[in-house]
């Protein structure tokens, strides 16, 4: 079917009807999900005039956390091999040690109060780094208005995990000085594949025609690991953090080739393979080198558990990301429907969070 996405493996029915997603879905994170092609094309409108020249910069840091910092690892992959200068995600409360003043340094934080992603926007502004913050407010907000640093706002009321149509289409609108001359048409084609997408995987269509529900189907009693080879690494992150907070359950994610030369052993030797399940995100333009060892690993996960085979048809490679996340998103969703529980709801982050600014206060 033209436009959609590949899905390889059997499929059995399910109750996933829209009454019983809604069900278990009282906030609204169906509707959030829905939302990427929008949140993208609205991202990009905003930052259509800004200019943000190299100059001297050696590097871009993309500073973030979280469902922040998957934007920008997203982002890096896609254009890491038309960059004018290497961007990097920063995780960490500090830059690295050779951070210069002349480079860039884009701090991610949907809240605006990520503690990591402040103090390390803090030291940028100490090393007199030129700056710009993505962010829905908070006290990252204030230190762009304080500091005089462009600040890029993004709608307030979301998860994080749930703004990153918002978070990536800022960061492929401002980039055109750093990547090549308008990142925005090709991430405009994509926005069109991702409607198109959409209509197939929302919970009005059928799990026949639904492959996110056939998947989640599929998985639901297993153990989930996500594989990805550069530049989908990043898309199964996304998949592993979206089943960790929306379905509430273990899921791992590796990279491949690094994964054949350990985990490969587990998969071959190990008896409890059967209560896991591999899942890798193929890409037609693969090299022939990778394409040939995934084809020869899939043969050799085959004789210990079920492996998922999952790509996309979009004519150009930022569509094809997007879309592949896209379907993890909505997976996710739906394994929360079938496990019951609520997808929107975070109960331990929010517990850990809590006793962190607890012990912060006494000490």
Known sequence: MGGGLILSGPMRPTMLEPRAVAQVDPGGMRDIIASLPDQI????????????????????????????????????????????????????????????????????????????????????????????????????????????????????????????????????????????????AELGGAVAHLRDVRGRLRPESGIRVNRAKALAVRIKNTVPIIYAAHPFSPIAKRWQTQLNENSKVLAFSSTFPEADHNELVGWVEDARARSHRPILLRDREESAEMRRQLDITVSLMSKRTDVEEVSDDGSTLVSRMLATLYLGDYMSLYLAVLRRVDPMVLKPIVTLKKKLAAARRKS
């Open 41 to 184: 094309s609205a991202a990009m409108r905003l930052g259509t005039e800004a200019h943000f020249p190299v100059d001297e910069a050696q590097r871009i840091f993309l500073v973030g956390m979280g469902g922040s910092a998957i934007a920008g690892d997203v982002f890096a992959a896609w254009v890491s091999d038309r960059s004018k200068v290497p961007i990097q995600v920063v995780r960490d409360y500090r830059l690295p040690s050779y951070a210069r003043s002349e480079d860039l340094l884009v701090a991610v934080s949907y809240s605006g109060n990520t503690e990591e992603t402040l103090s390390a926007t803090a030291q940028g502004i100490k090393l007199g780094c030129r700056l710009i913050a993505i962010t829905s407010g908070g006290t990252l907000a204030d230190l762009g208005r304080n500091n005089d640093f462009p600040v890029f706002p993004v709608p307030t009321g979301l998860p994080p995990r749930g703004a990153f149509g918002h978070l990536f289409g800022i960061l492929a609108a401002i980039s055109g000085e750093w990547t090549f001359s308008d990142p925005r």
